[in-house]
């Protein structure tokens, strides 16, 4: 109960960047903009991590590419793993996320600023634009975080990896950066209660998209899959 009351003067007191950043938007200054909200969210989702007493052990930062936008694709085992993912990588993230999130104040308007995705499952027509409007983003230079198993795993085996997931970095011909988080799933999952824990993120290294024939499109799940999976203890 604590935590969330003080989510929710955190998130009042995001209120005036919010406005400020609204406004750089509507001028068109879209680098201002993202300079202006970096830092905020990254504090946030540090926030996060510090008011459960968790800790997250970062291994293979170097794997980063040195530029452009890449997509991040990985496990998702808990509701923690956003924070964990935006408090780790040292560059702007979006996501793919589920449509539900715009419910919800304030987060949803940090959401849209930082350029995330909001993905309708009910609608098969909905979901495709959300997806081409994720690879148009992509390629004006914002690094998206896709979960290809669909749900949360809670600590259980790792999921098949939904092919289509990977269109986005295909049709982007943006780089796959694969991470394994491990242990995030304890932090609320195992007990249905925030409690610390520690977290290890693996950053692998990038999976070149570009030129690849479609028989070498096939097998890139199935490969990174396998990559994360074997950063699991």
Known sequence: IAFFIKMFFYLIKSLPPIKKAL??????LKKERDELIFPYVQDWAGFCIRETKSTVEIRGIENLPQSGAMVFI????????????????????????????????IMSKWMKLMQCVFLDRKSMKKSVEAMHEAVEKVKEGYSMVIFPEGTRSKGGPVKDFKAGSFKLAFQA??????????????IYEEHKSLRSGKVTLTIHPAVNTKGLTKEEQQEIPKKVRETVVSALS
């Open 74 to 105: 990985g496990n998702h085992q808990g509701n923690m793993d956003i924070p964990i993912l935006l408090s780790s990588i040292p560059r702007p993230i979006a996501f793919i996320s589920k449509i539900e999130i715009l419910k919800i104040p």
């Open 173 to 186: 011909e943006a780089p796959i950066v694969p991470v394994t988080i491990d242990g995030s799933w304890r």
């Open 23 to 28: 406004k750089l938007d509507k001028q068109g």
